[in-house]
């Protein structure tokens, strides 16, 4: 008789679907999050240079090269629209923001030709603001957490650099055009589908209120890289949190009475960020499970902020 241990194991060839429906990734230099360079550059045109970095490779596969030996892309703005599920004119600015910060030029072939993308390389030779350490794939340690704490502790501030302007120019391809690369797209899984669903709403989110970018950078930002979906229900708490603070400061609260003559303008901004800091670093000592990040900051977050502006500082350390 034989053992089945002695069997050779008949092998199962990866089939084209198996490759085609494989979870794949968009790729966001940490750069564009470290550097302050790239601080002031939203969310969505981030997650906009990830999807046109992305096309490389099926570049490559076409020969879109030039005589200069430089890559070029081919994409059409109703597909950026699709993706980002955004309008034309967003994606216009989008790209506009993109060419505004050095990583994007359109170069037009003339008449009924359509234009060439060119994308540019991340400087990396500016200030690191952010460092973190990498969340890794599986369940986020304490020791993990501990360690993205000191290095946020050591974030510095940052001031924004104005940025030369080149026009940008939007790509018409006709139907032919584009065959050649529509086979390439492929469904992604439900998982990717949801992070880049939390990019989107995320840039969203800080669109409407410009004031939590800076305060969403300094607190999450290994979060919004490696666990979009949870970092999404953080900034939606800090945004509900940031409407409490001016509504409750428009109703004469003292102690936000108190914060605005000492800061001014920027009182709500600062009052959310060091409430925020402290539920983050209260969560870096407990905190085991990423998947109940947002869950827990949310519940936490809300009660310190009520706490916080009925009592001092001093006596509540929120």
């Known amino acids: 008789m034989i053992n089945d241990q002695d069997t050779p194991r008949k092998m199962e060839r990866v089939s ?36 046109l970095h992305d096309r490389f490779l099926l570049s490559i596969k076409n020969n879109w090269i030039d005589k200069n030996g430089d890559v ?12 980002l599920s955004v309008g034309e004119k967003k994606v216009i600015s989008l790209k506009k923001e993109l060419a505004d910060f050095g990583l ?32 890794g794939d599986k369940e986020l340690s304490k020791r993990q957490v501990r360690t993205c704490q000191n290095d946020r502790s050591r974030t510095s501030k940052t001031t924004a650099q104005e940025q030369s302007k080149r026009q940008s120019s939007e790509t018409n391809l006709s139907e032919t055009e584009t065959n050649s690369f529509d086979e390439d797209e492929v469904t992604d899984n439900n998982n990717s589908q949801k992070s880049q669903q939390s990019f989107i709403a995320i840039g969203k989110i800080i669109q409407t209120n410009p004031e939590l970018r800076s305060v969403v950078q300094s607190l999450i930002p290994d979060l919004l890289l490696n666990e979009p979906q949870q970092a999404e229900i953080v900034v939606r708490a800090l945004d509900r949190g940031y409407h409490f603070l001016t509504t409750e400061l428009e109703k004469g609260n003292s102690v936000l009475t108190l914060q605005k003559q000492l800061q001014g303008v920027a009182a709500i901004k600062q009052f959310l960020l060091s409430v925020g800091y402290k539920q983050v670093d209260y969560m870096h000592d407990h905190l085991i499970d990423i998947s109940q ?22 006596a509540s350390g929120f």
């Open 16 to 51: 084209r679907n198996q490759v085609e429906t494989n979870e794949r990734f968009y790729k966001i230099p940490k750069a564009l999050f470290e550097n302050e360079f790239y601080a002031d550059m939203k969310l969505e045109t981030k997650m906009a240079y990830a999807i």
């Open 72 to 83: 070029y892309l081919i994409y059409k703005n109703s597909d950026l629209q699709t993706i």
């Open 104 to 135: 994007l030029e359109e170069e037009r072939q003339g008449l009924n030709k359509p234009n060439r993308l060119y994308v540019g390389n991340i400087n990396v030779d500016f200030e690191v603001i952010h460092r973190v350490s990498p969340l």
């Open 293 to 314: 990040y947002g869950k827990y900051f949310t519940s936490g977050f809300e009660n310190r902020l009520k706490i916080a502006i009925t009592t001092s500082q001093l």
